[in-house]
């Protein structure tokens, strides 16, 4: 197949992210181009979805003008274009969707809509040392918790996902009771840091049940129960919380990962998704892997988040597979849309 110039735009929720990806030689990522919008949504403690939309409006086409100026390349040059699809917020999907829908129209180039997920799940393919397949996925994020066998591109199977909260959302809901500033993971992660281990013991939900599910809302019902018992937390405690907080969710998270890798026979662990770059997470796990002989690949950490590098990839390497590609024109978003579904 010829050298491909993708373009890769992402606007699933607060995040909007241009990407040029190069198909020649192996493939590389040219350029990405990010806009965060935490400062925007910081006041109200959370994403607004209506005011999301608004600025996905105004920040992707100055995006793609810098992506395009960083490398050097023309809007002619562009042979495909991948976006995300879902899932997420419907009208910040549409704004990316509708962009990258009439531009390949005006170009005469196909379209490649792309599961936000799988964008996670293959972004450490853009590492310096990427994994190779089949592999365990571990996909945490804000919205996510999953455990995943990766065979191929499109070939995925569903291992075991959260029943309730997602690790991400747990961490900002609980950020938020200790009076942390959105986002509150990072925030959290950080204040975790200056806790003394065992002060605080929460509980590890789900961490016997024997599959490879997870629960959340438990141990978020757990902090909130302790919090109340103190009354109001000094900072000192509020560290200590943080701590046993982090400590659960880390074991559990670890834990089932490590299962997951036994049970599958395989050897190489890909952790993606924003919590997968918390720092605590990365040391266990790389502890438990190298005693049990397995590899652990994350993306860097600046494709944890939300990005177009990620999207712009898994449209190239579904492009070059022959899924997904159809011609501009009519269109639809997935605000809901499991990763299961997707098969090569």
Same mark, same amino acid.
């Given at each position: 197949? =010829? ?51 608004? *600025? ?101 199977? &569903? ?15 609980? /950020?938020?009771?200790?009076?942390? =500033? ?5 925030? &959290? ?7 003394? =281990? *065992? ?47 982090? *400590? ?11 299962? /997951? ?44 988040? *939300? ?31 499991? &990763? ?5």
């Amino acid at each position: 197949m =010829p050298a491909m110039l993708i373009l890769g735009i992402e606007s699933s929720c607060d995040e909007t992210g241009v990407a040029l990806y190069d198909t020649n030689a192996g493939g590389r990522l040219l350029t990405h181009a990010l806009h965060s919008q935490i400062a925007m949504h910081r006041d109200y403690g959370g994403v607004v979805p209506e005011l999301a939309s608004r *600025d996905h409006i105004r920040r992707t086409a100055p995006l793609l003008r810098k992506v395009l100026s960083e490398t050097g390349r023309k809007l002619d040059e562009i042979d495909a274009v991948a976006y995300t699809q879902g899932p997420g917020l419907a009208g910040a999907l549409l704004v990316g969707a509708a962009f990258a829908e009439g531009l390949a129209v005006a170009l005469g180039i196909p379209v490649i809509p792309v599961h936000h997920l799988e964008g996670h799940l293959l972004s450490p393919l853009l590492s310096r040392q990427p994994p190779a397949f089949p592999f365990i996925a571990l996909l945490v994020s804000g919205g996510h918790s999953q455990l995943m066998r990766v065979d191929g591109i499109g070939r995925y199977r &569903l291992l075991g996902e959260t029943l309730d909260d997602a690790a991400g959302e747990a961490f900002d809901k609980t /950020a938020k009771l200790l009076g942390l =500033p959105y986002p509150g993971g990072p925030a &959290l992660s950080g204040m975790a840091e200056h806790g003394r =281990p *065992d002060i605080c013991q929460f509980p590890r939900p789900m961490l016997n049940s024997g599959d490879l599910n997870f629960s959340f809302s438990g141990l978020k019902t757990a902090v909130l129960t302790h919090v109340r018992e103190i009354g109001t937390p000094d900072e000192q405690q509020r560290a200590d919380i943080a701590r046993g907080f982090q *400590d659960a969710i880390v074991d559990v998270l670890v834990k089932k990962s490590m299962r /997951a890798i036994k049970h599958s026979g395989l050897t190489q662990l890909v952790v993606a998704g924003g919590v997968g770059a918390n720092w605590e997470l990365r040391r266990r796990l790389n502890e438990c892997a190298a005693k049990a002989k397995v590899s652990v690949f994350y993306p860097e950490f600046e494709l944890c988040t *939300d990005n177009g590098a990620m999207i712009a990839l898994a449209g190239a390497l579904r492009f070059e597979a022959g899924l997904s590609l159809k011609s501009a024109g009519a269109f639809a978003v997935r605000p809901r849309w499991p &990763l299961c579904e997707l098969t090569g």
